[in-house]
């Protein structure tokens, strides 16, 4: 059996990716994972209506990274998530260390556990030049690692590494991805702000992509 895991924060990347592993896949899993970010309960209740929407199972990581000494503007306890532009300085500060790796070696342990298979992960060009754990270099060094540090071989598959966040929004509307469900705001309201730096790279993308933005933002 094919197996897939995709790594689902329910933010609007890892939906569309989501929904284009379920057409490949029907039985593909989803992981989340709650590491004390500010925008949790929001996010991780659109991510649960997502996966009810395409029919997936969500399963749901706790990883306490503040109770281990993490620091980030995203974390509880943290320092305020800066608002304005999605510029490099205030983006920074939003930064949770080795993130993407943590996820996806506990990813690639729980695949390689059930016998192996694929993991996906969303991480998208955008993201490059502020998450160094987003960059291909990293990810393909992190494909290795997973592929060598595992009996069963476990994939792992990054679509959206070269792709622009418009281009995700494109390939969301063929796939009927349910985009307005997904949650991007750093801010964790029940809707979202509109003036955060994701919020408004969310705003922008729909834009680029010519593509009606049905997300309800407060400002
Ligand atoms: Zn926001």
């Known amino acids: 059996m094919q197996r897939d895991l995709v790594i689902y924060s329910g933010g609007l990347d890892s939906t569309v990716l989501l929904a284009k592993v379920k ?52 974390l509880e306890h943290g320092e305020a998530i800066p608002t304005g532009d999605y510029d490099e300085e205030s983006l920074k500060k939003t930064v949770v260390p080795f993130r993407n790796g943590i996820m996806i070696s506990i990813a690639a342990g729980i695949v390689a556990s059930q016998g192996g298979g694929t993991v996906h992960i969303g991480a998208h060009a955008g993201d490059h030049a502020i998450y160094p754990d987003c960059r291909g270099a990293f990810l393909h060094s992190m494909q290795q690692a997973v592929g060598e540090g595992t009996a069963e071989k476990v994939a792992l598959v990054r679509p959206f590494v070269a792709a622009s966040k418009s281009a995700i929004v494109k390939l969301g509307v063929e796939l009927g991805a349910p985009m307005k469900l997904s949650y991007s705001c750093y801010k964790g309201g029940e809707i979202h702000c509109g003036e955060c730096a994701t919020c408004r790279e969310r705003k922008q993308a729909f834009k680029d992509a010519d593509v009606t933005d049905n997300t309800e933002y407060e400002k």
């Open 23 to 74: 057409a490949a896949n029907p039985e593909v899993k989803a992981m989340h994972f709650s590491y004390g970010q500010k925008h949790s309960t929001s996010e991780c209740q659109a991510a649960l209506k997502v996966c009810t929407q395409l029919n997936v199972f969500m399963q749901i990581i706790e990883l306490p990274f503040a109770q281990w000494g993490f620091k980030s503007a995203l």
